[in-house]
């Protein structure tokens, strides 16, 4: 296993809630944490009684809504110089300047849950001016339902969970694209015509 | 705000609809194929949920992992608490909040060898005769 996802889940299971908090918290914001996993470890766990189910499903959630308003908030008070501190990749800035400015609300959404875009659209949304109440909305639902998905898959795997993460990422990851290719057609659609 | 449900109210209700869409089909086809229902209730999802969360026995030690703690092997296994701070000679104070990953190596001992001493104590335990 990812010497990363192996030292993090032992973190969950010596330090749990806290753990819980900062890694996600921190894997929403910036670091390249895989949080789609430890969603679907900590749903397993749950389902083993090590966790609270409900208890992690609202930290998770006020969580990852936290750490994306902390990225909006600080590009919209400190525009580029964020970006430049961070070292987001010159080709994420891109990408998802290009998503958020055509396709917002979607753009959000969908990289709540799939997709290494995520930070990088917080920062985005934040330089460019996207509302406050816009982002909030789409981010808040994008988050709510990237944690159901993933803490309810764990929860049903329950004991086996650790066998089907693999494929489960797979799907989660060729959806993610999918979508991302539809965008990117609809787009050269539109400016064809 | 005003501005924000004019610009993105189709968006919302489409996503709206799509939910409401799924909610309403399911509750339709449960509701005039009771048979299937009860037959998907009863079958193979049901079964495979069960086995999912049933108690785990001396075949699926197996699942045990250098990266789990002493304390989660334990609620897994529904171990006593000490068992294996007995059987191991365990004196580490983080005990059983330490990984046996972090356990081999302040022990100096290999962590797939000392991962394989914790699965045998583990079938032992699992193996003895319930005592009623």
Same mark, same amino acid.
């Given at each position: 296993? +990812?010497?990363?996802?192996?030292?993090? *889940?032992?973190?969950?299971?010596?330090? !749990? #809630? *806290?753990?819980?908090?900062?890694?996600?918290?921190?894997?929403?914001? $910036?670091?390249?944490?895989? +949080?789609?996993? $430890?969603?679907?470890?900590?749903?397993?766990?749950?389902?083993?009684?090590?966790?609270? %189910?409900?208890?992690?499903?609202? *930290?998770?959630? $006020?969580?990852?809504?936290?750490?994306?308003? *902390?990225?909006?908030?600080?590009?919209?008070?400190?525009?580029?110089?964020?970006?430049?501190?961070?070292?987001?990749?010159?080709?994420?800035? !891109?990408?998802?300047?290009? #998503?958020?400015?055509?396709?917002?609300?979607?753009?959000?959404?969908?990289?709540?849950?799939?997709?290494?875009?995520?930070?990088?659209?917080?920062?985005?949304?934040?330089? $460019?001016?996207?509302?406050?109440?816009? %982002?909030?909305?789409?981010? %808040?639902?994008?988050?709510?339902?990237?944690?159901?998905?993933?803490?309810?898959?764990?929860?049903?795997?329950?004991?086996?969970?650790?066998?089907?993460?693999?494929?489960?990422?797979?799907?989660?990851?060729?959806?993610?694209?999918?979508?991302?290719?539809?965008?990117?057609?609809?787009?050269?659609?539109?400016?064809?015509? | 705000?005003?501005?924000?449900?004019?610009?993105?109210?189709?968006?919302?209700?489409?996503?709206?609809?799509?939910?409401?869409?799924?909610?309403? /089909?399911?509750?339709?086809?449960?509701?005039?194929?009771?048979?299937?229902?009860?037959?998907?209730?009863?079958?193979?999802?049901?079964?495979?949920?069960?086995?999912?969360?049933?108690?785990? /026995?001396?075949?699926?030690?197996?699942?045990?992992?250098?990266?789990?703690?002493?304390?989660?092997?334990?609620?897994?296994?529904?171990?006593?608490?000490?068992?294996?701070? /007995?059987?191991?000679?365990?004196?580490?104070?983080?005990?059983?909040?330490?990984?046996?990953?972090?356990?081999?190596?302040?022990?100096?001992?290999?962590?797939?060898?000392?991962?394989? /001493?914790?699965?045998?104590?583990?079938?032992?335990?699992?193996?003895?005769?319930?005592?009623?």
């Amino acid at each position: 296993m +990812d010497y990363v996802l192996a030292t993090t *889940l032992s973190y969950l299971l010596i330090y !749990k #809630y *806290l753990a819980f908090f900062v890694l996600l918290f921190l894997g929403s914001f $910036i670091l390249p944490l895989p +949080d789609n996993l $430890i969603l679907l470890a900590v749903g397993a766990f749950a389902s083993q009684g090590y966790f609270s %189910f409900f208890l992690v499903l609202i *930290l998770a959630i $006020i969580t990852t809504t936290a750490s994306d308003i *902390l990225g909006y908030v600080l590009t919209k008070k400190y525009e580029m110089l964020v970006l430049k501190f961070l070292h987001i990749p010159e080709r994420h800035i !891109k990408t998802a300047n290009r #998503y958020v400015e055509d396709y917002t609300g979607m753009t959000i959404l969908v990289t709540r849950i799939a997709g290494p875009f995520g930070p990088a659209v917080n920062f985005i949304a934040g330089l $460019i001016g996207v509302p406050w109440h816009t %982002f909030l909305i789409y981010d %808040f639902i994008g988050n709510f339902v990237d944690v159901i998905l993933f803490m309810s898959a764990g929860f049903i795997l329950g004991n086996y969970w650790l066998a089907y993460s693999d494929q489960i990422s797979l799907v989660v990851g060729i959806i993610g694209t999918i979508i991302m290719i539809v965008f990117v057609a609809t787009r050269w659609w539109k400016k064809r015509v | 705000m005003k501005d924000f449900w004019s610009r993105h109210f189709k968006m919302l209700v489409i996503l709206l609809v799509f939910f409401l869409l799924i909610i309403s /089909t399911l509750a339709i086809l449960s509701h005039y194929f009771p048979e299937e229902r009860r037959n998907i209730m009863s079958s193979h999802l049901i079964q495979v949920f069960q086995n999912n969360h049933g108690t785990l /026995t001396v075949s699926d030690v197996v699942l045990i992992r250098s990266w789990m703690t002493f304390d989660y092997i334990n609620t897994l296994f529904r171990l006593p608490p000490d068992y294996l701070k /007995t059987q191991l000679n365990i004196t580490d104070v983080h005990y059983p909040r330490i990984s046996i990953r972090t356990f081999a190596k302040n022990s100096h001992v290999d962590t797939s060898v000392f991962l394989n /001493t914790v699965q045998e104590d583990i079938k032992s335990f699992l193996s003895m005769p319930v005592q009623k």
